[in-house]
C-alpha cells in the first residue's frame, strides 16, 4: 500500500512540475513564459526564466512594460519580435 501512495504522489509531482513546459509549447511562436528574474530600467531590459527550458532570457523593452514588470511575481507572457541576437518585448500577458 505504501508503495502505491508514493509513487501516486511522485505521478502529481512530475505532472505539475511538467505543466509550464507544456503551457511554453502551447503558447506559439515568439512568446516565452516564465516569471521575471531581473529588471534593468537603465539598460532598457529585463529578464524571466523561462519555464519551458529553466534559462534565463532578456528581453529589451520600452518604459511602459519595464514599469508593468517591475515588482511583478506572477506567470507571464512574453510576446517578443526577434532580430539577430537581441529579443525585444512587445507585449506582456499575466497569467
Not at 502529481?12 to 531581473?38: F, Y
Not at 529589451?60 to 512594460?65: E, F, G, K, Q, T
Amino acid at each position: 500500500m505504501k508503495k502505491w501512495i508514493v509513487f501516486v504522489s511522485l505521478a502529481g509531482v512530475a505532472t505539475a512540475a511538467g505543466t509550464p513546459a507544456l503551457a511554453c509549447n502551447a503558447a506559439g511562436p515568439d512568446v516565452h513564459l516564465g516569471r521575471v528574474a531581473n529588471v534593468d530600467v537603465d539598460a532598457g531590459e529585463f529578464t524571466i526564466k523561462d519555464f519551458e527550458t529553466g534559462k534565463f532570457i532578456t528581453f529589451r523593452a520600452d518604459a511602459r512594460l519595464l514599469k508593468d514588470v517591475q515588482g511583478r511575481h506572477e506567470p507571464l507572457a512574453v510576446k517578443f519580435h526577434a532580430e539577430e541576437a537581441e529579443l525585444t518585448a512587445v507585449e506582456i500577458e499575466h497569467q
